[in-house]
Nanobody
């Protein structure tokens, strides 16, 4: 019903920046919460950031002050601006969406993109 497509991943040196985009199509709603998760090789998926329909935001402690999540409802697009990247940020980043309030568990999100690779070199 809702399709999410991420873009913007790539290879960047430590200290650099990237901006990820998540474009939504299908039966979208203005009242959804969108989030970013990431998964590094051999590790569990972890919450990164989320933004509600009213633009309230919530961040994992590991990215506070470095990452910024935002949304453009006219374009059905969510962004993740990543600054001061560290090698430990290397992971596949996934966009997810749900109806209602912000949650930090991936189990609460019903819609997922295919992911985009972010690699931070030292």
């Amino acid at each position: 019903q809702v399709q999410l497509v991420e873009s913007g991943g790539g290879l960047v040196q430590a200290g650099g920046s990237l901006r990820l985009s998540c474009a939504a199509s299908g039966r979208t709603s203005r009242s959804y919460t969108a989030a970013w998760f990431r998964q590094a090789p051999g590790k569990e998926r972890e919450f990164v950031a989320a933004i509600s329909w009213s633009s309230a935001t919530y961040y994992a402690d590991s990215v506070k002050g470095r990452f910024t999540i935002s949304r453009d409802n006219t374009k059905n697009t969510v962004y993740l601006q990543m600054n001061t990247l560290k090698p430990e940020d290397t992971a596949v980043y996934y966009c997810a969406a749900k109806v209602g309030i912000i949650r930090t568990s991936g189990d609460d999100y019903g819609y997922w993109g295919q992911g985009t690779q972010v690699t931070v070199s030292s």
